[in-house]
Structures are given as structure tokens and as C-alpha cells.
């Protein structure tokens, strides 16, 4: 632990606070595309996203004295404007903690929550489920959002600043603007249809009915007087006042406009649903891998369970310092613990989740018997998390995997006491439901889609919608501990690939011997437990080809950003080199 210090103590809290309101005073009037490098190397903090403002807001609350909970939480405010179609006040999420001070991980489950009234057939009509696009533009999607409790929760337990505070840097970007790339632009035409629906959407983001163009500036005035507001007055405003009201009209009868094509269905969220929000504290998924201590997120999120029963059976095999051995056995790992995610994982307030056995040894061992020399045929059945592992059972019938959205963003920081936080934001789909809160500047997230819509599990589907009820989620935010400091956190956008690409990175630093930079860039494969592993254009195929896997094109899985503390003392800050237009990492002080 490089510092057990933790900026708590009232005065120094109270300075930050006003050294942070004095910095806010506006900056240059026009706004000027930022620098961004995808890795940095220093010490005193470290931010790492995907855009960046979002890093340059995230540093600036570093350099005034913030520590690690402050910067996320201010960049990830800053995402809600400059990334408004993967993350924002709409939407939910996951906050990973390392506390330096006490040693310990903890965990936010801002996952967004179905309304009451929700059933466990409310995505069926007549018998057939209701088709997918018309699922995900709609207000019955929509479930009650968790990222402005998640802010305020962490600010609370951990922060050293106020929330209206955390929220100055990105209302100043939504004031002023921010340079448009193309990213942005590809972003918003992959909505075009959607946005047109809705008068709110097209407003904002499809002005005089064209795309932004590369170079222009985007001002979202709406959403800073919305970050003013819940500054002023606190999230509550958003859960039982007056925006909480807006947002219940806007999914009980979406403003679309007249002759729009889609069909676009009512929600069932009530006022009486925003209201009853928590973002809980949940422990922490913990599992060891090559003796250092690996933390996730725990259900709702099967992202710590299922990176954590892959690491253990990697684990439970025996060594091997064979490249394409290690990546056989990364896909296949992945392809067993998919199959125990899609029968076992789901809202621990509605399913029995077999947790501790998922993550135990014994179950590992009993899952990497499986795995021989060459490719299992997919899909594999689940196994039998029980407690008995004295076999190697023939496997039963398997069960089919769960789609998920392709849209979200994650962020990591360190600051200069040693906290560290990993947290994973999402709307659900590039673009949430499509539809903007009139006035407001904000999407609406789609999440409920995450839900099964009919039972995908020979009558045991742990992840059926059901009456305030979370859907499952892949998000992955995961800090690593070495000897009790922190070592590495990271995580990753990207619907279901996000538990692949965690596991992928992690296999790449820790097996394979690549610095972090080349475990993020390295081209990746994806398997989840279906016939063809997806692998971008650069993964070397024949190899893993000759062991029997078969393939099928994703031309790009994920979005990564991880931070290493190095034996040196010394932050590594990673985003991706070209993912996604590429992202952002920055360090307070470069050596
Ligand atoms: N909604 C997804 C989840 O929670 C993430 C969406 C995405 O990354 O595209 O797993």
C-alpha cells in the first residue's frame, strides 16, 4: 500500500470543495478539441476513460485535492454530456471501490430496476415475445434509473466533495460545448431513425434534421440546467420531484411524433417506483488468481461471478507456458462459466444465486475437467454447483445464452492516497431507448431489454422480468490486489463481451506476459457459450482453428481502460489506442 491517507478529515474536505468551486470559473469561451493519448505514466492520480473531457474533468478534480470517488464520479458526469448515447443520469451502473485507508473493496449496484407492475411476461404479446427493436425503443424498457443514486451514495460513503460540486466540471462542458469527433457523429447517424421519432431526441441531437459534423461544437444547455438542479437540490429531485414526474409522463406516453413509423410501446414506471430506489451496497465477488486477490461485481451484475469462475478454472488446469494452449483454454474457460451464468445468475432478491459455490475451487475443478486439448462442442450444459465435486459429470442438455446491447463505457481512477475505483456506466443500447426526457437533455435507458422475455432455461431461467426486479447485467468493473494494495483495476463497454474482455486483458497481462498496454490493444476473441467464437480481424485464428474452434467476424469487442500501480510507485494509466475513436488516460504529475 503506497498510503494509507484518505482526504476525510473536514478541513481538508473543505478545501477541496472550495479550491474545486473556485477552479470552475468558465475557461476559454470556444472549445478546442482536447489532446488524448491512451496511456500515461506518472504518479499523484490517474484517470482513465473514454473521451477526453471526461479525463481532463476527472484530473482537474485530482489536481484540486478530490480524491479517487470524486474524479469518478466528475467524470462520469462529463460522459453523460460527451458520450450521452452510452452513459448519463438515464441510465445505471456499477461502482467498484478500494478503500486504501481500511484496506477494503466495496461495491455500489446502481443497476436500474423494473417498475412494480412489470411481470414476467410483459415483453410477450399474444403468446410470441415482442420483437426486439420495438423493445428497445419504447417506454417499457425503461426502468428506474441508478446513476444519480450511485453518485450520491459514493460521494457519501467515500467522497470529499459535494455532489453539486462533482457536477461543476461537466456542466461547464454541457454549457460551453465540446469539440464533435467521429465517433460522435457514427454514434448519433446509427440512431437517425430512432432520434426522428421523437421530437425531444431530434431536438438535441439532430438539429435542423441533420448529423453534427466533425469539428462543430455540441452544447447541451438542457442537461447543464439539469446538473444544476440536481446540484441544487440534490438527486431527489430526480426520484420524487419534479423531474422524477417528467420522466414518468415521458415513458407512459413517449412523445413521438405524429406518423413516425415505429411503433412505440407505453412503460409501466410509476412515481411510486422512483421513489422506492436504492443503490445498495453489495459485497464484493473475490477470488484469488496467481495469488493476487481479483474483486467484482456481484449480482445483480454476473460480471464478477463469471470473470471470477473462468479465472478458477484457468486455475484449476494444469500449467502451461503455451501461447495457444492459454488462449484454448481462455475460450473454453469462458464457454463453461457463460453456461453456469445463463442457468444460475441473476437478482439475488428474486433467484437463489449459488454464489459461493460458483466461485468455489472445488466447482472449478469439477467445470475444468472439460477441458481437454481440443474445443469442447458448444454449447456445454451448466454444471451442478452443490457442494459435491467428486466427479467429472457427462453434462445435461444446454441451455441457450441471453442477447445483450453492444453500447456503454467504463472509467478508472487512482489518486495519490491509494483509493482506486472501477465503474461501469450504461444506458443499455447506443442510444438507451432513444427517447430524451423533453427539456431535460438526458436519454432514458432501455435496460429492462437485458431481461430473458421467455425462459431461455428449460423452466429455470434466473432472469425473467419480475415486479421491481433488476435485470442481469455483464458489466465487469474489477480491481485487482496484490499483498493487500492495489495492483490493477479495470473493465470494459460492450454488452456481454464486456466479461470476455476483462477475462482477455487479464490473461494477456497475467499469462501471457504483455506490459497492460499491449493486454488492452491485443486484438480479441469472444466466446460465450455459442458455436463460433466471434474474433476481431486481427486474432490470430489458425492456431485455435487447428484445436477445432470455429469462428465468426466482431469487428470490434469492447472498449477497455485499466490503471496499474507499478512496483516503482508509479500509475500506468491504459485506454484503447483505436477502439472507439480511441480513449483517454492521463496522470496528474508526468515524471
Ligand atoms: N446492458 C448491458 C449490461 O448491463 C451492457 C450494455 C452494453 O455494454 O452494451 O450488461
Known sequence: MRSSRHPRPLVVAVVAALALAAGAAPAAAHPRPVDKVPVAVGTGGAVATVDADATRVGIDVLRRGGNAVDAAVAAAATLGVTEPFSSGIG??????????????????????TAPLAMRSDSFVENGVPIPPADAVTSGLSVGVPGTPATWQTALDQWGSISLRTALRGATDVARRGFVVDQTFVDQTAANVTRFSAFRSSADLFLRRGALPTVGSVFRNPDLADTYDLLGRKGVGELYTGRLAREIVTTVQRPPVRRHSPLVVRPGLLERADLAAYVAPLREPTLVSYRGLDVYGMAPPSSGGSTVGEALNILEALPATADRTQTLHRYLEASALAFADRNRFVGDPAFVEVPLRELLSDGFAAERACQVGATALTKPVAPGTPDGDYTGCPVPAAAGTEGSDGQSTTHLTTADRWGNVVAYTLTIESLGGNGIVVPGRGFLLNNELTDFNFTDTQDGT?????????????????TIILADGSPFLALGSPGGSTIITTVLQVLVNRLDLGMTLEEAVAAPRATQRNTAAVQAEPGFDRAPLQALGHTFADNPEIGAATAIEHRDDGSLLAVAEPTRRGGGSAAVVHRP
Open 461 to 477: 431461467d434466473p432472469n425473467l422480468p419480475g415486479p421491481g426486479k433488476r435485470p442481469r447485467s455483464s458489466m465487469a468493473p
Open 91 to 112: 441510465g445505471g451502473g456499477f461502482f467498484v471501490y478500494y478503500d486504501a485507508a481500511s484496506g477494503t473493496v466495496h461495491t455500489i449496484d446502481g443497476r436500474e
